[in-house]
């Protein structure tokens, strides 16, 4: 199957495909004409990656379970340190959307959102004291 169908069966956009093939995560045939040419594997692990990237794995990491995926002799145990790797991230990711709420929620409450120029908000990304 061409891009554009591999595109449609998989749920991602043609340029994405071809982004996946250019940093060497796919490698379809080339048909006689010299398109490429999908194959149901390849189809499969397109749906792979859109799957792990949909759970928010980096390029490398999504590189690294699809190697593990591949090898049947894997240890689960390589799998899941990535997984838990991922979900630390994840856990400080959160703590930084946290901190981030908290500070602007308190610049909120100190700003008087009156017609007059002073602002806490901006005073404050403006680094002023």
Not at 3 to 24: D, F, M, N
Not at 45 to 57: E, N, Q, W
Not at 81 to 89: D, F, G, K, M, P
Not at 97 to 108: F, N, Y
Request: aromatic share 6%; proline share 3%.
């Amino acid at each position: 199957m061409n891009v554009g169908e591999a595109a449609r069966h998989s749920g991602l956009p043609a340029k994405t495909i071809r982004y996946y093939e250019e940093i060497g995560l796919i490698a379809p045939e080339r048909a006689d004409n010299g398109y490429r040419d999908y194959s149901d594997e390849d189809l499969h692990f397109l749906t792979f990656l859109k799957r792990a990237r949909g759970l928010g794995f980096a390029i490398e990491e999504c590189r690294q379970l699809m190697a593990l995926y591949r090898d049947r002799q894997r240890a689960s145990q390589d799998v899941r340190r990535i997984a838990v790797s991922h979900v630390e991230a994840i856990d400080e990711k959160i703590a930084e959307l946290h901190a981030m709420r908290a500070t602007l929620t308190t610049l909120i409450d100190a700003c008087r959102g009156d017609r007059r120029p002073d602002c806490p908000i901006l005073n404050d990304i403006a680094g002023a004291r």
